[in-house]
């Protein structure tokens, strides 16, 4: 007699990872289909996948099946304090969180799994992004400033006023159409309009925060807050915010960047980090739902996320520029305009606008 045997399948269910990652050794977040390029979610996955809680090995498996979902994109080199990944596990429990983070490198550390609705995607729900950078005061000093002064550079009350004020005219909502990648994005788009209308975000928070000294050099961070941000954008934030604060008088040039086309020069990746990402929509109405899917927050990691910050993020920034000084070599001309009198208007078309950054030097695309 043949006797017939019922496969069990595990129950699966969607989940929110809550996790801070070192992006230095790291090709961004996103997994790529060359399997040699090292990235987060690649090594997440392997962890993942270790543990026991996928059947799938890689993500390139069925990213679609998985609903693989991340709160916000982080270019090379980017690193990220709070962090959130969307998926299908299978059989989570909290035991299993111990094992994953053994899978998984010292640069990459989950703090909670937190199951979610079934519709939730990270991306989709998140309100806001919070992006930090963290910058050598000497950033602002005039240009030529030698290595033994800029070491001993500190920013004047009326220099850090004046940054401050310059990080304020960035509130609200703009075209930020020169803060991107005008010749990558545009391949995505089948006219200019259409390309312009999604360049407008609105910036809700913007502000500098008081310097401190780390081994005899000055450091601060800036901060950028906003629904999302484009390709680029936050880099080139900072380094109009680097170009307008060694000069004097900005308020004239620093508006014009939203209504001329303009070449920004982008900062160095390194030093910038996704601070937060929240979900207030969700967070507000998850009782809605059902009482078994609590908030999204990292409030009861805070300490370990601090201690992250400490011991990986903060020194390795701020040791790297100790080391290599790559403010100190920020190009003054981080800003140029683009202008001609080859048409009666006296500016470029969009072509070639796109034409002129495509022969533009590495220094104004390079990622």
Same mark, same amino acid.
């Given at each position: 007699?043949?006797?017939?045997?019922?496969?069990?399948?595990?129950?699966?269910?969607?989940?929110?990872?809550?996790?801070?990652? !070192?992006?230095?050794?790291?090709?961004?977040?996103?997994?790529?289909?060359?399997?040699?390029?090292?990235?987060?979610?690649?090594?997440?996955?392997?962890? %993942?996948?270790?543990?026991?809680?996928?059947?799938?090995?890689?993500?390139?498996?069925?990213?679609?099946?998985?609903?693989?979902?991340?709160?916000?994109?982080?270019?090379?080199?980017?690193?990220?304090?709070?962090?959130?990944?969307?998926?299908?596990?299978?059989?989570?429990?909290?035991?299993?969180?111990?094992?994953?983070?053994?899978?998984?490198?010292?640069?990459?550390?989950?703090?909670?799994?937190?199951?979610?609705?079934?519709?939730?995607?990270?991306?989709?729900?998140?309100?806001?992004?919070?992006?930090?950078?963290?910058?050598?005061?000497?950033?602002?000093?005039?240009?030529?400033?030698?290595?033994?002064?800029?070491?001993?550079?500190?920013?004047?009350?009326?220099?850090?006023?004046?940054?401050?004020?310059?990080?304020?005219?960035?509130?609200?909502?703009?075209?930020?159409?020169?803060?991107?990648?005008?010749?990558?994005?545009?391949?995505?788009?089948?006219?200019?309009?259409?390309?312009?209308?999604?360049?407008?975000?609105?910036?809700?928070?913007?502000?500098? !925060?008081?310097?401190?000294?780390?081994?005899?050099?000055?450091?601060?961070?800036?901060?950028?807050?906003?629904?999302?941000?484009?390709?680029?954008?936050?880099?080139?934030?900072?380094?109009?915010?680097?170009?307008?604060?060694?000069?004097?008088?900005?308020?004239?040039?620093?508006?014009?960047?939203?209504?001329?086309?303009?070449?920004?020069?982008?900062?160095?990746?390194?030093?910038?980090?996704?601070?937060?990402?929240?979900? !207030?929509?969700?967070?507000?109405?998850?009782?809605?739902?059902?009482?078994?899917?609590?908030?999204?927050?990292?409030?009861?990691?805070?300490?370990?996320?601090?201690?992250?910050?400490?011991?990986?993020?903060?020194?390795?920034?701020?040791?790297?520029?100790?080391?290599?000084?790559?403010?100190?070599?920020?190009?003054?001309?981080? %800003?140029?305009?683009?202008?001609?009198?080859?048409?009666?208007?006296?500016?470029?078309?969009?072509?070639?606008?796109?034409?002129?950054?495509?022969?533009?030097?590495?220094?104004?695309?390079?990622?």
């Amino acid at each position: 007699m043949t006797v017939r045997v019922r496969k069990v399948f595990p129950s699966v269910a969607k989940y929110a990872i809550l996790m801070s990652y !070192d992006g230095t050794p790291f090709q961004g977040i996103q997994w790529q289909r060359n399997k040699k390029v090292e990235t987060v979610e690649k090594r997440l996955w392997e962890a %993942i996948s270790k543990s026991g809680l996928s059947s799938k090995s890689t993500l390139s498996s069925d990213t679609h099946a998985l609903q693989f979902s991340r709160a916000s994109r982080t270019d090379k080199g980017v690193s990220a304090l709070r962090q959130v990944v969307s998926a299908v596990l299978w059989q989570y429990s909290e035991d299993k969180l111990g094992l994953l983070n053994s899978f998984l490198p010292e640069q990459i550390r989950v703090h909670e799994i937190v199951p979610v609705i079934p519709s939730f995607d990270s991306w989709d729900w998140a309100s806001t992004r919070h992006y930090s950078y963290l910058i050598p005061t000497y950033a602002f000093a005039p240009p030529g400033i030698s290595l033994g002064d800029a070491e001993m550079f500190r920013v004047s009350e009326a220099q850090l006023w004046r940054v401050r004020k310059i990080a304020l005219g960035f509130l609200g909502g703009h075209n930020f159409i020169n803060f991107t990648d005008k010749v990558r994005l545009t391949k995505d788009f089948s006219d200019r309009s259409t390309f312009e209308r999604s360049c407008y975000r609105y910036i809700m928070a913007a502000y500098v !925060d008081d310097p401190f000294v780390y081994k005899g050099v000055e450091f601060c961070n800036v901060h950028f807050k906003a629904g999302a941000f484009l390709y680029h954008q936050v880099r080139k934030m900072v380094a109009c915010l680097v170009h307008f604060g060694r000069l004097d008088d900005t308020e004239a040039l620093f508006d014009s960047l939203f209504e001329e086309p303009t070449c920004i020069a982008l900062a160095p990746s390194w030093p910038l980090y996704l601070n937060s990402v929240d979900f !207030d929509a969700y967070n507000k109405f998850h009782f809605l739902f059902s009482p078994k899917y609590p908030k999204i927050c990292f409030d009861q990691h805070e300490h370990n996320i601090q201690t992250f910050y400490d011991e990986k993020l903060k020194c390795h920034i701020m040791e790297k520029e100790l080391r290599d000084s790559d403010w100190l070599n920020f190009s003054p001309d981080a %800003i140029s305009e683009v202008s001609t009198n080859e048409n009666t208007n006296g500016k470029r078309s969009f072509e070639q606008w796109s034409d002129e950054l495509e022969t533009k030097p590495p220094f104004y695309l390079s990622v």
